[in-house]
Every structure is written in C-alpha cells, then in structure tokens.
T-cell receptor, first 112, second 114 residues
C-alpha cells in the first residue's frame, strides 16, 4: 500500500534550467510534507518542507508547491546545478503519528 | 553542526547470526527512528521510539527486531537471527520534538547477510 508515490524514477535536466520533481499521496490525513535529497552511500538529507496550511514554501533555489485538492506536491529547483544530481525523496506525515512515509525517489541528473 | 552518527558503516554477517547496529542521535532530540532501504527500493519505516519505549512500528519490525536506548546517547537496533532478505541500508534518524516534523538521518549502515 503505497501512500506516497513518485511516478518518475528519473529525470535529466540541463544545467541552469528548472527541475520539477513530482509527488502524489493518497492519505488525506497527511498534513506535513518534506523533501529529502540523497547521495549514494549517504543518508537522506532534509531539504525543504511544507505544512498543509500553505500552498508554497520557498528556500533559495528550492520551492515546494502543494495542491491539497489534487493530493499532489512538487519540488522546483531553479536554476539546476550539477551538484543537485542526487535521488530526491518525497515524504509525508500526519499529526499524531511519529513516522514519515517515503516515496520511492526520483533520480535527478543535471547535465553540465 | 549536530548530526546523527551510525556505526559501523558496513557490517557483513552470516545468516542466522545476531547483529547490533548503533546510532548516536542528535543530543537534544526526543524521537528516534530506524528506517531501511533495500537496494533499489524505497526508504521503509521500521520503528519509532519515544520516552524509552516504542511508539510505532511497521509490519517489517517483527519479533526478530528490537530497539534499545541503553544509555543517554546510544540508540541500537538488534536483529536476532539475520536472514538474507535483511540485507539493506539501515538508517537511524532523530527528531527534536513534536513541534518539529523534520527528521535528520545518519549516513547509514550497510548490512550484508551472507
């Protein structure tokens, strides 16, 4: 039962362009969403988050958009840089529950 | 910057043996987690620990698994009788408190069961 889905296993983008990573969820009780970045042989690193009371959160080159009615969120990276190449995981949680539910990840490759 | 540290980075063990994976969470954090990632698959929740007891666990976390916080700094995951399918990256994570929903992960322990 996959409550958080990332349907694109990989994405390639030219350096300087926008990267858009997508995530869908099924559990309407989720009220907090996070994006993690993961390099090989390292643990996931927290990148940016958004609460369900917002529809947008921005931090430098990274912006997360949340569409609650569609149960969809996306991470925009602009401009993309070669160092952004990594696997990006979307995660979700709900108030009262301690764990995070992760998607399967999207491997982003930024081509110089 | 405070970080979650895990030891060892790589553990090879024979099937049927017991292993203990160790973690030192960030010092002022109250919630502790173990996750695992089988090669090529998603990051899966195993267990969360708060106030010296398990607060949630997944179906994966069966009787062969146990967690412990033996002192004020360490958080351990024990697998009693390892199986080939236990081979995975195991990640420890910690979270500050209920107000902060972000969990911070260690670099992982690669467990290889042969």
């Amino acid at each position: 039962d996959q409550q958080v889905k990332q349907n694109s296993p990989s994405l390639s983008v030219q350096e300087g362009r926008i990267s858009i990573l997508n995530c869908d969820y099924t559990n309407s009780m989720f009220d907090y969403f996070l994006w993690y970045k993961k390099y090989p042989a390292e643990g996931p690193t927290f990148l940016i988050s958004i609460s369900s009371i917002k529809d947008k959160n921005e931090d430098g080159r990274f912006t997360v958009f949340l569409n609650k009615s569609a149960k969809h969120l996306s991470l925009h990276i602009v401009p993309s840089q070669p160092g952004d190449s990594a696997v990006y995981f979307c995660a979700a949680s709900q108030t009262g529950a301690n764990n995070l539910f992760f998607g399967t990840g999207t491997r982003l490759t930024v081509i110089p | 910057e405070p970080e979650v540290t895990q030891t060892p980075s790589h553990q090879v063990t024979q099937m049927g043996q017991e292993v203990i994976l160790r973690c030192v969470p960030i010092s002022n954090h109250l919630y502790f987690y173990w996750y695992r990632q089988i090669l090529g698959q998603k990051v899966e929740f195993l267990v969360s620990f708060y106030n010296n007891e398990i607060s949630e666990k997944s179906e994966i976390f069966d009787d062969q698994f146990s967690v412990e916080r033996p002192d004020g700094s360490n958080f351990t995951l024990k697998i009693r009788s390892t199986k080939l399918e236990d081979s995975a990256m195991y990640f420890c994570a910690s979270r500050k408190d209920t107000l902060f929903r972000e969990a911070f992960f260690g670099q992982g322990t690669r467990l290889t069961v042969v």
